[in-house]
């Protein structure tokens, strides 16, 4: 059996009862290790599940999903994924192989950001299609996730922006000299990821548009959700640019149009509340 086990958001014990069982119970153990990240590292896991966990990569999940899936037929196999099991599209991909190799799955889930951002008071519901947005680089600043959010917001929906990590990421002339040499991991923060929509949001009006996102948009900041340190901040996205809110991993969303309730839920978090006497209550129901 393969079992693809959701690891929840804060540390070793946000695993499932039953999530703990099977991997107690199984002979190979994978950490899924590019997606996301807990607050604890691997050596904290290995000693509440009581398991050697083998750290399973891009490279691995990707090129080598067949070592992962190896006597699976005859053993036990769990691969853990930090949130639930199909946050990344990845994982289906090790499902389909499963299958095609006649190897039985069983997927026990737990909570991933998809519905834990429901903590800041935004309506589940009320969320349109979720975005990645990507590091830029000198030559390469894509703006494609702002359509999307553009959409979403038309539509009165919220958008939730998964911010950029980088993890065992080679330069470019190491990738192309072959060398297996990696750059430190780097984790987009919610004041990055505001720096860019803005900038977005200035080429688009030298283009002569208007965005229906403004400087004064209001959004969500949230930092390690589901940690005993979780941080969320409320304000405009102006705002957002500047707030830090300590180490990984990051979330933004940027609001639709806000019931009173949502509104007053994010009141709790606000940076400065005249953000929203002057600009929400314009975009409520």
Same mark, same amino acid.
């Given at each position: 059996?393969?079992?693809?086990?959701?690891?929840?958001?804060?540390?070793?014990?946000?695993?499932?009862?039953?999530?703990?069982?099977?991997?107690?119970?199984?002979?190979?153990?994978?950490?899924?290790?590019?997606?996301?990240?807990?607050?604890?590292?691997?050596?904290?896991?290995?000693?509440?599940?009581?398991?050697?966990?083998?750290?399973?990569?891009?490279?691995?999940?990707?090129?080598?999903?067949?070592?992962?899936?190896?006597?699976?037929?005859?053993?036990?196999?769990?691969?853990?994924?930090?949130?639930?099991?199909?946050?990344?599209?990845?994982?289906?991909?090790?499902?389909?192989?499963?299958?095609?190799?006649?190897?039985?799955?069983?997927?026990?889930?737990?909570?991933?950001?998809?519905?834990?951002?429901?903590?800041?008071?935004?309506?589940?519901?009320?969320?349109?299609?979720?975005?990645?947005?990507?590091?830029?680089?000198?030559?390469?600043?894509?703006?494609?996730?702002?359509?999307?959010?553009?959409?979403?917001?038309?539509?009165?929906?919220?958008?939730?922006? +998964?911010?950029?990590?980088? $993890?065992?990421?080679? =330069?470019? *002339? &190491?990738?192309?000299?072959? @060398?297996?040499?990696?750059?430190?991991?780097?984790?987009?923060?919610?004041?990055?990821?505001?720096?860019?929509?803005?900038?977005?949001?200035?080429?688009?009006?030298?283009?002569?548009?208007?965005?229906?996102?403004?400087?004064?948009?209001?959004?969500?900041?949230?930092?390690?959700?589901?940690?005993?340190?979780?941080?969320?901040?409320?304000?405009?996205?102006?705002?957002?640019?500047?707030?830090?809110?300590?180490?990984?991993?990051?979330?933004?969303?940027?609001?639709?149009?806000?019931?009173?309730?949502?509104?007053?839920? +994010?009141?709790?978090?606000? $940076?400065?509340?005249? =953000?929203? *006497? &002057?600009?929400?209550?314009? @975009?409520?129901?």
């Amino acid at each position: 059996m393969l079992y693809l086990v959701g690891l929840g958001l804060g540390d070793a014990k946000d695993i499932t009862v039953k999530g703990l069982e099977a991997v107690r119970r199984c002979r190979r153990v994978y950490l899924e290790a590019y997606t996301s990240i807990l607050t604890v590292g691997k050596e904290a896991l290995e000693e509440f599940y009581g398991k050697e966990l083998i750290l399973a990569d891009r490279e691995t999940v990707e090129q080598e999903a067949d070592s992962i899936l190896k006597e699976a037929d005859v053993c036990d196999v769990a691969f853990l994924v930090v949130g639930d099991p199909f946050g990344a599209t990845t994982h289906s991909d090790l499902v389909l192989r499963a299958v095609k190799l006649g190897i039985p799955y069983k997927v026990i889930h737990n909570a991933s950001i998809m519905n834990a951002v429901g903590c800041c008071g935004l309506q589940l519901y009320k969320f349109g299609e979720a975005v990645s947005v990507v590091f830029w680089t000198d030559t390469w600043k894509p703006e494609s996730f702002f359509d999307k959010i553009e959409k979403n917001r038309q539509n009165g929906m919220h958008t939730l922006c +998964l911010l950029d990590i980088k $993890v065992k990421e080679q =330069s470019l *002339e &190491n990738l192309m000299k072959g @060398r297996k040499i990696y750059e430190p991991p780097r984790y987009m923060s919610v004041n990055q990821a505001a720096e860019q929509l803005l900038a977005i949001i200035q080429n688009r009006r030298l283009q002569g548009e208007e965005p229906a996102i403004t400087e004064n948009t209001i959004c969500v900041g949230l930092a390690r959700v589901g940690a005993p340190d979780q941080k969320i901040v409320s304000g405009t996205l102006y705002q957002m640019s500047t707030v830090e809110l300590g180490g990984p991993l990051h979330s933004l969303i940027v609001t639709g149009t806000m019931h009173p309730l949502e509104l007053e839920m +994010l009141k709790l978090f606000s $940076v400065d509340s005249s =953000s929203f *006497e &002057n600009n929400a209550f314009q @975009r409520t129901t």
